[in-house]
């Protein structure tokens, strides 16, 4: 085995035992970067900023700088949004929360979106006659998909566009790993979807990926958007903190290492100790 190929592996075999004991870049491991660790502890390197506004959404905090994300986080949102607006015009624009800070890591009212794979996005609403109107906020919807203001007046659920987004982020972004909402959100979601006749794979799709979380609030009020991790992040320290469904890329994974490839490698060991000088080990310090 050539000597090039034995430090490609020494260096791929490092790679791979760093990721598993650093959550976050250091000197020692330069390679780690992007969304690092787990959604719930972990930091963002290289991420992207979401613009306040764009084609059929807006920011509900846009004084804030809680706006980073992942590039492809940022490109789903984006591109799901504009789809909504074009395919159902007239409606008002998707109002997205909190994203990550900057460099990730703990922001406040959060638990996650520590390393740029989160986003909270509103319900798309309607008054109860069927007309769209933006979301005003968090404002928790029942069984029934209405939602009660503190004026006394209600919102509707907008199941058609709500749908359809969801539908678009899993049609367009191959990594979504969870959208999370509660149990009535979702029933309400799949009933629609399965009464226009959608493809039963990708109801099924659907039904996998929404989920009411149980270690946090119901998710009533607004759908929580995770993305899971790419097999390039993955290399270089993300981990989804979840299960890796079959529908996602493969991650890589090193084969055992042979004993001539162990002992090319031990050759090539730029660290081997020096020979012990006469008088053996006792001068040691």
């Known amino acids: 085995m050539s000597r090039a190929r034995s430090s490609g592996l020494a260096a791929a075999a490092v790679s791979l035992a760093l990721v598993g004991c650093f959550s976050s870049p250091t000197p020692l491991a330069p390679g780690i970067g992007g969304s690092v660790g787990t959604p719930s502890s972990g930091v963002l390197t290289g991420g992207a900023p979401l613009p306040r506004a764009g084609p059929g959404f807006r920011l509900y905090r846009p004084y804030t700088?809680?706006?980073?994300?992942?590039?492809?986080?940022?490109?789903?949102?984006?591109?799901?949004?504009?789809v909504v607006e074009r395919t159902l015009p007239g409606g008002a624009p998707l109002v997205i929360g909190d994203l990550s800070a900057e460099r990730g890591g703990k922001i406040p009212r959060h638990h996650s979106h520590r390393t740029g794979r989160d986003a909270d996005l509103l319900f798309y609403v309607t008054?109860?006659?069927?007309?769209?109107?933006?979301?005003?906020?968090?404002?928790?919807f029942d069984?029934?998909?209405?939602?009660?203001?503190?004026?006394?007046?209600?919102?509707?659920?907008?199941?058609?566009?709500?749908?359809?987004?969801?539908?678009?982020?899993?049609?367009?972004?191959?990594?979504?790993?969870?959208?999370?909402?509660?149990r009535a959100i979702e029933a309400l979601i799949i009933d629609y979807a399965r009464a226009r006749?959608?493809?039963?794979?990708?109801?099924?799709?659907?039904?996998?990926?929404?989920?009411?979380?149980?270690?946090?609030?119901?998710?009533d009020d607004h759908l929580h958007f995770r993305l899971s991790c790419s097999p390039e992040d993955a290399v270089r320290g993300c981990d989804s903190g979840g299960p890796h469904w079959d529908w996602l890329p493969s991650l890589p994974s090193l084969e055992a290492l042979d004993d001539d490839t162990l002992a090319a490698i031990a050759a090539d060991d730029p660290l081997e100790a020096p020979p012990v000088a006469a008088g053996g080990a006792a001068g040691l310090l």
Request: charged content about 15%.
């Open 65 to 82: 700088n809680i706006v980073w994300g992942n590039p492809r986080l940022v490109a789903a949102l984006t591109n799901a949004a504009a």
């Open 127 to 140: 008054t109860p006659s069927g007309a769209p109107v933006q979301n005003p906020g968090f404002i928790r």
């Open 143 to 182: 069984a029934d998909g209405l939602a009660e203001l503190e004026d006394g007046s209600f919102l509707r659920l907008d199941v058609p566009r709500e749908w359809l987004l969801i539908k678009t982020l899993l049609s367009s972004s191959p990594d979504v790993q969870w959208l999370f909402c509660s």
């Open 197 to 219: 006749g959608e493809e039963p794979a990708l109801v099924w799709h659907a039904e996998t990926v929404l989920l009411q979380p149980g270690d946090s609030l119901a998710h």
